[in-house]
């Protein structure tokens, strides 16, 4: 059940209205196609919303914090610093980061990358 649930909150198809000229099938001659998960977060809202993450960790200067910005090169975070922020952002898109991937996010970009292609962010 948890896979079923996992593929149909992965896989998104867009609800649109097919007219056919005969379809025996259904008599009023057309077809709706459902959309199982329709509420994926845009790239505009995962954007904000990592940038509000980043500009409210304490050791971060706010108006330094740009979408392209590097946590080390940029901010002078360290490592420890990195991976806070990074338990941040599972929190606040209520997803888990394999630790494997979560090394790789070292910047805002990687971040937003790396959720806005999450199936499950939310």
């Known amino acids: ?3 079923r ?8 198809v867009p609800v649109q209205t097919l007219r056919l000229k005969t379809n025996p099938c259904a008599p009023s001659g057309s077809i709706r196609l459902m959309s199982s998960h329709d ?17 409210s960790f304490p ?24 991976v806070e922020i990074v338990m941040a952002l599972e929190e606040e898109f209520k997803l888990e980061i394999p630790d494997k991937e979560a090394d790789k996010i070292d910047s805002c970009n990687l971040a937003i990358e790396y959720i806005h292609n999450h199936p499950l962010a939310s």
Do not use: W
């Open 5 to 12: 649930a996992a593929a149909l909150h992965h896989i998104r």
């Open 1 to 3: 059940m948890a896979l």
């Open 59 to 82: 050791k971060v200067d706010p108006s330094r914090v740009t979408p392209e910005v590097h946590f080390q090169k940029d901010l002078g975070l360290d490592s420890l610093d990195n």
């Open 39 to 55: 509420d994926h977060l845009t790239k505009e809202e995962v954007v904000d919303r990592v940038v509000s993450v980043i500009k």
